[in-house]
């Protein structure tokens, strides 16, 4: 039975980049095999993050960022300047690719295309099965396999979504802003919007969005987005060539999966998501070099993630968007009105201080949230 220092189960976007930050550590020369079911059938997802310049994880071939955000309703529209901040885009073919031809170059690193079909934790380490019958050892387990079972209330927000690659064949975009939220007319029952990256003038990303406790098919949000750009485009032509489609858990109310202090929940699966944005990426990238800084030190793992005060704020916002969706427009668009764009990106990255959060959620309209509060409930 092969022995290995770490295993990964799941391959995805936690394990890579948990991977990357190990390889730059003195814990490079660990055995490490990452088991996953999907091989290299790399998700096609565009993911997003904020920063003052691109992260060092950023794959070399992305290159596109903005410095502008946009948010509209009902024919208003506010331009946000983002001041030090930019908006960064990732395709994650691109991010997978890029890091597996890197980690090809590290002899200590084995990629097997499995399932694992069982894990029998021991005093020091792990036995893993795989469904191929073979048995592997390790003396860590990091696991980012998330299934909708492991979320405590099973009738959670999901932020469901399709999106399109379009190429149009006149100028059309200005892509010297991304159109964050372009919050459609609601139905009293989900709360939708539009989301566009525009990738020059005549390429863009275009998305349509909606938050559902129930599961929306495909082919009604495809309705939807085609609506959404046929009101948008305003008859101009255009070609698609590439979807993508997701649903993302809105819920800070994970099961306790970890079993032994060595069996280590990444991504997802650890609460690396804000709840309420469903930004992730970057949350990832600081959780993944926390981690692997108190791996190379030695010290007691951290099981926390985003502070427990955010979590709150997530479910203040959360109970609107389950129990009032109507009100959301408004939230979103007093929040950005009367605060910095950047401070409120940073309170939304969690990176704000509890008397900055004060002083921004002052500011803004009460009765929404003082109704949420009244009404409180974990989601």
Request: charged share 25%; net charge neutral; glycine share 4%.
């Amino acid at each position: 039975m092969v022995h290995y220092d770490y295993i990964f189960a799941g391959g995805g976007c936690a394990a890579y980049s948990m991977l990357f930050y190990l390889s730059k550590c003195k814990l490079k020369s660990k055995r490490i095999l990452i088991i996953d079911p999907m091989g290299d059938d790399f998700p096609n997802k565009t993911w997003c993050y904020w920063a003052k310049s691109p992260l060092e994880i950023q794959p070399k071939s992305e290159t596109k960022f903005w410095n502008k955000l946009n948010l509209s309703k009902n024919g208003s529209k506010l331009i946000l300047p983002l001041g030090e901040l930019n908006y960064y885009h990732i395709e994650a073919g691109n991010f997978f690719k890029e890091l597996k031809a890197y980690f090809s170059s590290i002899p200590s690193i084995t990629f097997l295309e499995r399932k694992i079909t069982n894990i029998s934790p021991a005093s020091q380490n792990f036995e893993i099965e795989t469904d191929s019958g073979e048995s592997f050892t390790c003396d860590y387990l990091l696991d980012s396999r998330l299934e909708e079972g492991d979320f405590q209330n099973q009738k959670i927000l999901k932020q469901q979504f399709v999106g399109w690659k379009i190429k149009t064949k006149q100028p059309f975009f200005d892509d010297s802003a991304v159109t964050l939220m372009d919050i459609l007319p609601q139905d009293q029952k989900n709360f939708s919007f539009g989301y566009i990256l525009p990738y020059d003038s005549k390429h863009a990303l275009v998305e349509y969005t909606a938050y559902s406790e129930k599961a929306i098919p495909k082919e009604n949000l495809k309705a939807s987005l085609d609506s959404y750009l046929e009101k948008h485009l305003q008859n101009v032509d255009y070609s698609v060539y590439f979807e993508e489609t997701g649903a993302i858990p809105m819920s800070t109310q994970y099961k306790t999966v970890q079993t032994h202090e060595r069996w280590i929940p990444i991504g997802t699966r650890a609460g690396w998501s804000r709840p309420s944005t469903g930004y992730t990426f970057q949350f990832i990238q600081e959780h993944c070099q926390k981690l692997v800084n108190e791996l190379e030190s030695e010290v007691a793992l951290s099981k926390k993630s985003i502070p427990s005060r955010h979590f709150f704020y997530d479910n203040i916002l959360l109970n609107i968007a389950k129990k009032w969706p109507e009100q959301l427009e408004n939230v979103f668009f007093d929040l950005f009105t009367v605060n910095s764009t950047e401070n409120v990106l940073r309170f939304l990255q969690a990176k704000t201080s509890f008397w900055e959060e004060i002083n921004l959620l002052r500011k803004v309209r009460f009765a929404p949230y003082l109704k949420s509060l009244w009404y409180y409930e974990k989601h």
